[in-house]
Each structure stands twice: as structure tokens, then as C-alpha cells.
């Protein structure tokens, strides 16, 4: 059994920038990032393998996003920077061995959530 805390969501005006923690109790593999939007379908945002250093975009967030891992923390970090009101969502973490980084059902853990607002 995976649990997932997910923090460091909040408020920001457009142009800012906000670090999202996912930290994990008991073993994981890869974490992946997903985000809904109110009337919009989850969609993946980043993901990182913890045996290596590859990691994985959406196409449209590359160069604004950044994920990183810190093992010994048991936490993976999204930074999101020049953020827009097209940001806002509620963002997820979710852990498991996903064969595919932006298919949800590949990822068996998934965290509460945490609400990223970005104002104009």
C-alpha cells in the first residue's frame, strides 16, 4: 500500500510561479503528475521514473514545467513556472509501474489533490 501527499498548491497571479510536493509512504516505482480542470477530463503533466532519470512532459508544458525526484525524501517535486489562468486545476499525484506515463489505469496510487489557482 502507496500513500500520497500531495501540498504546495494555493493562489498565484499569471506569470508566477508554485513547487508542488508529493511525498509517498512505502514503495513506489514512478510518480506521475495529473491535473483536472473544472469540466475538463484529468490529463498527465509530468512523470519520473525513480530507478533512472528519465522524465516524461506533457508536449504543451515543456520548458514551463519541471519534475524532479528526491529519494531519500520519498518526494517528487513539480515546478511550474510562467503560469497561466489555463493552469488552474486541481493537480494529482499518483505512483505505481505505469507502462505508459500518461495513462491513468497504468497508475495504481493516487493522492487527495491540490488546488492550483492562477489569476489574471
Known amino acids: 500500500q502507496v500513500q500520497l501527499r500531495e501540498s504546495g498548491g494555493g493562489s498565484v497571479q499569471a506569470g508566477g510561479s508554485m513547487r508542488l510536493s508529493c511525498v509517498a509512504s512505502?514503495?513506489?516505482?514512478?510518480i506521475g503528475w495529473f491535473r483536472q480542470a473544472p469540466a475538463r477530463e484529468r490529463e498527465g503533466v509530468a512523470a519520473i521514473w525513480t530507478d533512472s532519470d528519465n522524465a516524461y512532459y506533457a508536449d504543451s508544458l515543456k520548458g514551463r514545467f519541471t519534475i524532479s525526484r528526491d529519494n531519500a525524501k520519498r518526494a517528487v517535486y513539480l515546478q511550474m513556472n510562467s503560469l497561466t489562468p489555463e493552469d488552474t486545476a486541481m493537480y494529482y499525484c499518483?505512483?505505481?509501474?505505469?507502462?505508459?506515463?500518461?495513462?491513468?489505469?497504468?497508475?495504481?496510487?493516487w493522492g487527495q489533490g491540490t488546488q492550483v489557482t492562477v489569476s489574471s
Open positions: 512505502g514503495p513506489y516505482v514512478s
Open positions: 499518483a505512483a505505481g509501474t505505469p507502462a505508459r506515463w500518461q495513462v491513468e489505469s497504468d497508475y495504481r496510487y
